[in-house]
């Protein structure tokens, strides 16, 4: 039982949240994955640098993600979906006129945590009507949850909030399965020249 009985009518339930995001499991997951491993890539003392200010690691992942999944999404009209626009730097898009989706990390509740105090974000997770977004799609998150170490994603989820908290979230991963799938296919790295020579080109 929905600890919201209100959104009950107003927004899409679990079950058929599930059945319209289902065919795209693979790709949402995919989107975290390659944006984890493009973190990976930085040079182990880059990341070190940036690790010293807490909020730069999952900011950097989660840049990845919308350009991943701007990638992965756009051009796939035939399939019904349709790029939102509206929400500055973030790419999300209507699986259905009834579901809209946006990449964003999650806490460890499930929920995206409004750390930029944006009023448009506010009003975005308070559900509220935004000029240019279909006021009739429940909007859904997909993010990751990082494992209790903060080293590696834990798993991947869709996610429903009103303002902060939590309406309901699945996995989307199989990691309630006791284990990650296969992983689907990441975007490859771009190619780069040998360590050794960038060495050589840094200034004395």
Do not use: H
Not at 97 to 121: A, G, I, M, Y
Not at 127 to 156: D, F, H, M, W
Request: charged letters at 25%; aromatic letters at 12%; proline letters at 8%.
């Amino acid at each position: 039982m929905t600890l919201f009985p209100f959104l009950a009518e107003e927004f899409i339930g679990e079950p058929e949240a599930r059945a319209i995001t289902r065919p795209y499991w693979s790709d949402l997951t995919a989107i975290w994955q390659s944006s984890w491993e493009a973190w990976k890539r930085i040079d182990e003392r880059d990341r070190a640098r940036l690790a010293e200010t807490p909020w730069a690691p999952p900011v950097t992942v989660n840049a990845f993600a919308q350009s991943f999944a701007r990638e992965r999404f756009l051009g796939r009209e035939d399939e019904g979906l349709e790029e939102c626009t509206v929400i500055p730097n973030v790419f999300a898009f209507y699986a259905t006129p009834r579901v809209l989706l946006r990449f964003n990390n999650l806490s460890k509740d499930f929920v995206v945590r409004n750390t930029d105090s944006s009023d448009l974000k506010d009003a975005y997770f308070r559900q509220e009507p935004i000029p240019g977004i279909n006021s009739g799609a429940t909007r859904l998150t997909v993010g990751y949850v990082l494992n209790e170490a903060k080293t590696e994603i834990g798993c991947v989820a869709i996610s429903l909030q009103y303002a902060e908290a939590r309406v309901y979230y699945f996995l989307i991963d199989k990691s309630d399965e006791g284990a990650l799938p296969i992983p689907a296919a990441t975007v490859p790295p771009i190619s780069m020249p040998p360590i050794e020579s960038l060495q050589k080109k840094r200034p004395r």
